[in-house]
């Protein structure tokens, strides 16, 4: 039998890219606006292989939600391992310019409020974007040692950042749009 030089992936590894090709394409359309055809197209499979991997589009965009949490949580740990000191403030701060830094890739940003606004209608998606953000606060109150209201304003910057860079404001030179970013880390 001859060798063609080509060598197979897993599925684990298939799945990863699907997952990867999935969070620009939901990114750029949203949870509504994107299809299992075009995901499999942008991620050179077939759609029927993007069916095997998740049953169905509701899966995909769950596990994508899910993928983009745990890059949140990966940013958060390396901030908390940079800061400059262990009071909750020092730890928080930190975390939040790795998170800044992490957001510069605005298919992460926009992944994450899309998920928000279908949250608001999707059952599963309302169900995995309250598991992660529990696991999310959770993680930050372990890991900062921070109070409830200050993981509270920590979280609040977190969504004003969500805001400001979705809607582009900090290239509005206006004071609407000064005020909204005043005092925020962009990458």
């Given at each position: ?40 197209k942008r991620a050179g499979i077939s759609q ?140």
């Open positions: 039998m001859a060798t063609t030089g080509r060598v197979l992936s897993t599925a684990e590894e298939r799945r990863e890219v699907v997952l990867s090709t999935a969070v620009s394409s939901f990114a750029a359309r949203g949870y509504y606006g994107t299809n299992t055809t075009e995901v499999a029927a292989y993007v069916y095997r991997l998740f049953p169905n589009k509701e899966a995909l965009f769950v596990a994508v939600v899910e993928h983009c949490f745990d890059l949140v949580r990966d940013s958060f740990a390396r901030g908390a391992a940079k800061a400059r000191g262990s009071e909750p403030h020092e730890v928080l701060m930190a975390m939040g310019d790795e998170y800044a830094r992490l957001i510069a890739d605005q298919d992460l940003l926009l992944v994450q409020v899309h998920a928000q606004a279908a949250a608001a209608s999707e059952p599963a998606v309302r169900e995995v974007v309250q598991r992660s953000y529990a696991r999310t606060v959770e993680y930050v109150r372990s890991v900062s040692g921070a109070d409830a209201d200050a993981i509270q304003y920590f979280m609040a910057r977190g969504a004003l950042c969500h805001l400001v860079v979705a809607i582009g404001a900090i290239e509005v030179d206006a004071p609407w749009a000064n005020t909204l970013s005043a005092g925020l880390r962009h990458y």
